[in-house]
């Protein structure tokens, strides 16, 4: 069974940095695509960004580029996004996901992770 | 980006009635060498992730109920729960992902009358 869970709630500063981990089993950790997304309370999902595990080679969105970090440790089948410079309007819940089948094309999200609550607050 | 757009925001149906949730893309998800519409429908229930219920516009999610379905190409599609039951109450969304990013409609809120 694939499963993806990820670590607890953070409580942030504005301006701090947060480091959300993805831990992953039932699947073969670099033969997909980890994908991140922002769910900003009462709003629909927002992709973040992605990263290839075998390579580490990342793809951000636009909003996001230049704050974030996204990592893969194939050592421990873990995924990590780093998100710097907090501001509020990055309160949301963050989401891993991957697609639900290998044959499946990127972008479809077949099975995620529960949930990380970031609060970012003065 | 290739935006999408949900009507309506909420609607209530009465339990065993037919609901139906419209998604509008900015620009069309068919992609013409394969025929297929990069669009799927996922539900979610408060303090759930989103579930994937249907994707390539029609296609059901193992284990998904067949009263949903979903249909639609080029830049209008539709969802479609033939039967309402209680578990149904959810928000509902569509996403592309025919092109980087990948991008969700704002969601529709489905109640029970």
């Known amino acids: 069974e694939v499963q993806l869970v990820q670590s607890g709630a953070e409580v942030k500063k504005p301006g701090a940095t947060v480091k959300i981990s993805c831990k992953v089993s039932?699947?073969?950790?670099?033969?997909?695509?980890m994908h991140w997304i922002q769910q900003a309370p009462g709003k629909g999902p927002e992709w973040v960004g992605l990263?290839?595990?075998?390579?580490?080679?990342?793809i951000f969105a636009e909003k996001f580029r230049g704050r974030l970090t996204i990592t893969a440790d194939t050592s421990t089948d873990t995924a990590y996004m780093e998100l710097s410079s907090l501001r509020s309007e990055d309160t949301a819940v963050y989401y891993c996901a991957i697609i639900p089948v290998p044959s499946m094309v990127q972008g479809v999200f077949g099975h995620w992770g529960q949930g990380t609550l970031v609060t970012v607050s003065s | 980006d290739i935006v999408m757009t949900q009507s309506p925001d909420s609607l209530a149906v009465s339990l065993g009635e037919r609901a139906t949730i419209n998604c509008k893309s900015s620009r069309s998800v068919l992609y013409s060498s394969n025929n297929k519409n990069y669009l799927a429908w996922y539900q979610q229930k408060a303090g759930q992730p989103p579930n994937l219920l249907i994707y390539?516009?029609?296609t059901r999610e193992s284990g998904v109920p067949d009263r949903f379905s979903g249909s639609g190409s080029g830049t209008d599609f539709t969802l479609t729960i033939s039967s309402l039951q209680a578990e149904d109450a959810a928000v509902y969304y569509c996403q592309h992902y025919f092109t980087t990013p990948p991008f969700f409609g704002q969601g529709t809120r489905l109640e029970i009358k």
């Open positions: 990263v290839d595990p075998k390579d580490e080679e990342t």
């Open positions: 039932g699947y073969t950790f670099t033969d997909q695509y």
């Open positions: 390539w516009a029609s």
